[in-house]
């Protein structure tokens, strides 16, 4: 593990942003995906050869420059290595959801440190996953369906259709319905799709004005949902970004990326802030930009050696989030140099 400071630049303003940065090493293959746990103590990461890493962070910036505890390492153990697609902490119970490959969804128990698996469900084509407000239900993405998993009862739902013809790319959820009915936000390339949850009812397609085009042309790539569902960000194949009202639905900020399309997005525990990655358009180099929700104003610009698949705010720490995406040159146990993937965890300045 390894820190170093770093200066973003602040748009439209003289001197400099500042934020530090440190790296957790350990991966083989380049880092696919992150996930923080509820108490933003454990950290997830995943790779491509089928591994995850679970970091133990006591708090955001580590005194005196000492490495985080020990991780626990979950081999997947498939011949075939498969990336880890999307991965994801149960909100209450010691448990962990990893989609392998676009076959299998897997549910880790993480109270020991064998961390069996107690539920492992065929979900072909699957692409992405997230637990709903009830802490034991999750549902995969299949194309244009879903897959209901129930861990309490270790039994996987057949495939369910939304809607025939929807090429299905992100899921979120989100209670502004209430608990007992709560909202399924799905990203199209029609826009952003609102389900009833558990019921399957269509309810509405989010569509801005004029700075959320994504939503009618591109298709959306990317969500994320603030907490206590204040915001919704959708993010298109169009590198602009749409920062919503989730309550009202209205939108209240565009976002336009200098690369292309959005990977991925999280907000800070505050609602303050806005993390996003996009794919640049040239070359391999990439970055985590970071705006204001309200404003859609660049604060901070996180370079990377390639373009990054995920980036993840802290839910504890509002100026803390990891990314994937960087790698660097470090020395094998024979002391031969190796290029090594990284996990990225960012502290932002005030």
Same mark, same amino acid.
């Given at each position: ?108 128990? =993480?109270?020991?440190? @064998?961390?069996?698996?107690? +539920? /492992?469900?065929?979900?072909?084509? &699957?692409?992405?996953?997230? !637990? #709903? ?89 990317? =969500?994320?949902?603030? @907490?206590?569902?204040?915001? +919704? /960000?959708?993010?298109?194949?169009? &590198?602009?970004?749409?920062? !919503? #009202? ?98 990225? +965890? ?5």
């Amino acid at each position: 593990m390894s820190s170093r400071p770093g200066t973003a630049p602040h748009p439209g303003a003289a001197g400099s942003s500042e934020w530090s940065r440190r790296d957790l090493t350990g991966h083989r293959q380049p880092v696919s995906c992150v996930a923080w746990s509820a108490n933003g103590k454990r950290l997830a990461s995943g790779d491509e050869e089928g591994v995850v890493k679970i970091w133990h962070i006591d708090e955001p910036v580590p005194k005196d420059g000492r490495a985080e505890r020990s991780q626990q390492d979950l081999q997947h153990a498939s011949k075939d290595r498969e990336v880890i697609v999307a991965l994801a902490f149960n909100p209450r119970r010691e448990e962990l959801l990893a989609v392998v490959g676009s076959n299998t969804t897997k549910i880790y128990d =993480l109270r020991s440190r @064998s961390a069996s698996v107690v +539920l /492992a469900a065929p979900t072909p084509h &699957a692409c992405a996953a997230a !637990w #709903d407000g009830h802490d034991q239900l999750l549902v995969a993405q299949v194309r244009n369906a879903v897959v209901h998993l129930d861990a309490k009862r270790k039994r996987a739902s057949k495939p369910h259709v939304l809607r025939e013809g929807d090429e299905i790319v992100c899921i979120a959820f989100s209670e502004v319905g209430g608990k007992k009915e709560q909202q399924l936000l799905v990203g199209t390339k029609y826009g952003v799709e609102v389900w009833s949850w558990p019921g399957y009812e269509h309810l509405t397609t989010l569509a801005g004005g004029h700075a959320c085009h994504h939503a009618r042309t591109s298709g959306v790539t990317a =969500l994320a949902v603030s @907490s206590k569902d204040r915001f +919704l /960000a959708s993010g298109g194949y169009d &590198a602009s970004i749409c920062i !919503w #009202d989730l309550p009202s639905a209205a939108p209240l900020a565009a976002v336009y990326t200098p690369d292309d399309a959005v990977r991925a997005m999280s907000f800070s525990s505050d609602h303050c802030l806005l993390a996003y990655s996009s794919q640049s358009a040239e070359g391999q180099q990439g970055s985590v930009d970071v705006v204001a929700v309200q404003s859609g104003k660049l604060l901070h610009r996180i370079p990377l050696a390639h373009h990054s698949e995920d980036v993840a705010f802290n839910p504890r720490w509002p100026k803390l989030l990891a990314c994937v995406g960087d790698s660097g040159y470090g020395k094998d146990s024979k002391g031969r140099t190796l290029l090594e993937p990284r996990v990225t +965890l960012v502290s932002l300045g005030r």
